[in-house]
């Protein structure tokens, strides 16, 4: 064999051996926090089953992470993104230096599940309500859902928090809660048990449900990385706008759910999901106006305490969807 073509044999022996190694030591580890396995959850997660974040050199790993406690391991550098939008905000109106940076569900996907009985929000005065925890997004929409009906939670209606949808319904069944507030495909399950969707929260509060959470260190230390995070998960949220089936199978996998109640439930929740992450100044003031409601604080909060948009824009303007 010609010397010269044993050596470019062996330069391209050499490229495919090292190359993918080197690409592999490239990703960059990050931990990214969220509170259950749901729907709601669903763009993160499938921009990890589907590639999105390694082609932009993220090597990503979800962890479960009440939300309750999501802003302290983004603090302590236990998680470095958490979608967790309720103690996000609340804690960037305390001054904590923590910023959203995007949206992946712009849409409240929550319902309030109750028994054949109720007609009306009003009905339920004196009961008690199952909610996932205190200071969750979920919290934060039944409060402004009760205060709007006239009824103040802790006085003519007791919230009680108690765990997943799952959980929730079993609280149900077993009498220990009247009704609850969950999430599809929890509505299906409970019309087996005889419940029934008395309302669907996105017809009532204008709220983000779930957005993604930093801290300002690392918008300052790794601003690139942040950006093609934010990228990675734009993509996975136009492939669910775009391929529906796929989408359903890789939810299906991940719920360990059969693909006719995913499907079910995916088309419950397609609505709620954004389209390219945007966080309009409208969707920040509602989200403060309404934690401080809910607080019962009289306070103006600039939108660049709780949010930093540059990084999406610049993602955004690189992916042609803006």
């Avoid at 995070?229 to 669910?240: C, H, M, N, P």
């Amino acid at each position: 064999m010609n010397p010269k073509n044993v050596t470019r044999l062996g330069l391209t022996l050499f490229a495919l051996i090292v190359w993918p190694q080197a690409l592999a030591h490239s990703q960059e580890r990050v931990r990214i926090g969220i509170s259950a396995a749901s729907l709601g959850f669903l763009p993160t997660v499938l921009a990890e089953k589907k590639g999105f974040y390694s082609k932009h050199g993220i090597n990503s790993e979800h962890v479960l992470v009440p939300c309750a406690i999501a802003t302290n391991a983004l603090l302590s550098d236990d998680l470095d993104y958490a979608v967790c939008t309720g103690p996000g905000i609340a804690g960037a109106i305390k001054g904590l230096p923590i910023k959203l940076v995007m949206t992946t569900q712009d849409k409240l996907g929550y319902l309030l599940l109750v028994k054949p009985e109720v007609q009306k929000l009003t009905d339920l005065r004196g009961k008690t309500i199952g909610i996932s925890t205190f200071g969750s997004q979920l919290y934060l929409t039944s409060v402004t859902l009760f205060r709007q009906a006239g009824m103040e939670p802790g006085k003519d209606v007791n919230l009680l928090p108690g765990g997943d949808n799952t959980a929730r319904l079993a609280a149900m069944d077993a009498g220990k809660i009247d009704a609850a507030f969950v999430s599809s495909p929890a509505d299906i399950f409970g019309a087996k048990r005889g419940y029934k969707v008395l309302l669907w929260t996105r017809d009532h509060v204008p709220l983000t449900q779930n957005a993604v959470v930093v801290t300002d260190k690392r918008l300052k230390q790794s601003p690139e990385q942040v950006k093609r995070t934010i990228k990675g998960t734009i993509e996975a949220l136009q492939f669910i706008r775009d391929h529906h089936e796929e989408s359903v199978v890789i939810a299906s996998k991940w719920l360990k759910l059969n693909l006719a109640t995913t499907r079910a439930a995916f088309e419950n929740y397609l609505p709620c999901y954004s389209r390219d992450g945007g966080l309009s100044d409208q969707a920040l003031r509602d989200l403060v106006r309404y934690e401080l409601e809910r607080a019962n604080l009289k306070k103006d909060i600039p939108l660049s305490q709780v949010a930093s948009r540059d990084l999406l824009q610049q993602a955004q303007r690189e992916l042609n969807v803006r």
